[in-house]
């Protein structure tokens, strides 16, 4: 079945041809087919429906800070059943895309840098940064509507759409759980580890004080997949050691 994309604008309409037409044209490079384009209103109930609840990838563009982003980042939280908690790798990226403008970071600068937990952050020079969060077969990924879209795409979104849509069906998600590390300890010691090609992928999320560890495993069949996660959790719980507390849902 080939997968599906939507596109969600929010806030003003676009001028014809801008923004999603170039999402658009990044998701079928990589395979994935756009069913459908909507533009909402800064309203919470809107986007909620605008999202849908089939096994899609949604892309949502928006303003980024202001009303707009607030209410995607509560929507996507409440779509995915995740609590919304202070992404420390945001909150760095705003920090430095501030001192490197010689500006003072805003008062809410924290509630900006307020994502879903479990929320991956995308990070491209000299641009606002965009996040992406899985939950099961749906994919959700927040970009930001100015001239900064187009690198992003490049750097993040369409190979973020490519491992998504090659990996439905056929993967396996382990999440290991740290707690007294920074994101750089657990970086250090998974350095053979963080973007290797493979069977297994592995990165790292900063998590509401904790930073976690994803596996995602991809085979022909669940019970390759299966195995080869297995093999590789082993070898990363023993680089994590005493620090790795529990799994997925566990503690």
Same mark, same amino acid.
Request: aromatic fraction near 2%.
């Given at each position: 079945m080939t997968a599906s994309a939507h596109i969600v604008t929010?806030? &003003?309409?676009?001028?014809?041809?801008?923004?999603?037409?170039?999402?658009?044209?990044?998701?079928?490079?990589?395979?994935v087919n756009v069913v459908s384009r909507v533009f909402v209103e800064d309203d919470e109930s809107a986007l909620e429906r605008a999202l849908g609840s089939d096994e899609a990838l949604t892309v949502v563009l928006t303003g980024g800070g202001g009303s707009a982003g607030d209410i995607v980042r509560r929507v996507l939280a409440r779509v995915t059943g995740a609590r919304l908690v202070l992404n420390d790798r945001l909150l760095t990226t705003l920090q430095e895309r501030y001192r490197r403008l010689d #500006?003072?970071?805003?008062r809410r600068a924290e509630r900006l840098a307020l994502l879903?937990?479990?929320?991956t952050v995308w990070v491209t020079a000299d &641009?606002? &940064?965009?996040?992406?969060?899985?939950?099961?077969?749906r994919a959700f990924a927040v970009l930001a509507r100015d001239a900064t879209l187009q690198p992003t795409i490049a750097q993040h979104l369409t190979s973020f759409a490519r491992d998504w849509a090659g990996g439905r069906g056929t993967s396996v998600v382990r999440? +290991? #759980?740290? &707690?007294? +590390?920074?994101?750089?300890?657990v970086e250090e010691r998974l350095v053979d580890w963080l973007g290797r090609d493979g069977e297994v992928t592995v990165s790292t999320i900063p998590a509401d004080g904790e930073v976690w560890v994803r596996l995602r495993a991809r085979a022909s069949t669940p019970a390759e997949a299966t195995r080869s996660l297995a093999k590789a959790e082993i070898g990363i719980g023993a680089l994590l050691g005493e620090d790795c507390y529990g799994r997925d849902g566990e503690t």
């Open positions: 929010v806030g &003003a309409m676009p001028s014809p041809g801008a923004d999603g037409a170039a999402v658009a044209a990044a998701l079928g490079a990589a395979g #500006r003072p970071l805003p879903p937990q479990g929320a &641009a606002e &940064a965009g996040w992406a969060i899985e939950s099961g077969q999440t +290991l #759980r740290t &707690a007294g +590390l920074t994101a750089a300890d």
